[in-house]
Nanobody, 123 residues
Framework: QGQLAESGGGLVQAGGSLRLSCAAS????????MGWFRQAPGKEREFVAT????????YYADSVRGRFTVSRDNAKNTAYLRMSSLKPEDTAVYYC????????????????WGQGTQVTVSS
């Protein structure tokens, strides 16, 4: 069965940068769209970024566009989310997701989920 494992979360100062990784196993990673979502306390899980299987297209939420970059390395079965100019409002648990559709912007359309990694941005 498909599994995803996020890593790279932590505490960072506002304005800083962080890179999250998502290691995939149990499915054909290179044929799946990858997505990143986040969920803050008291809020719904929201879309952050997505990248298709051919690495030819990306899409971002308005709140992160220009600050975050999603990428993937199919040889390593790993997706990444590079976050820059971080703001306190970026604080959330970040989840990696996989789907056979693109773009992956609706969490209900995800086939696989990771357990999440906490990102905390301090003022």
């Amino acid at each position: 069965q498909g599994q995803l494992a996020e890593s790279g979360g932590g505490l960072v100062q506002a304005g800083g940068s962080l890179r999250l990784s998502c290691a995939a196993s149990g499915f054909t990673f290179s044929t799946y769209t990858m997505g990143w979502f986040r969920q803050a306390p008291g809020k719904e899980r929201e879309f952050v970024a997505t990248i298709n299987w051919k690495e030819r297209a990306t899409y971002y939420a308005d709140s992160v566009r220009g600050r975050f970059t999603v990428s993937r390395d199919n040889a390593k079965n790993t997706a990444y989310l590079r976050m820059s100019s971080l703001k306190p409002e970026d604080t959330a648990v970040y989840y990696c997701a996989a789907s056979n559709i693109y773009p992956l912007t609706n969490p209900l359309r995800s086939d696989y989920w990771g357990q999440g990694t906490q990102v905390t941005v301090s003022s």
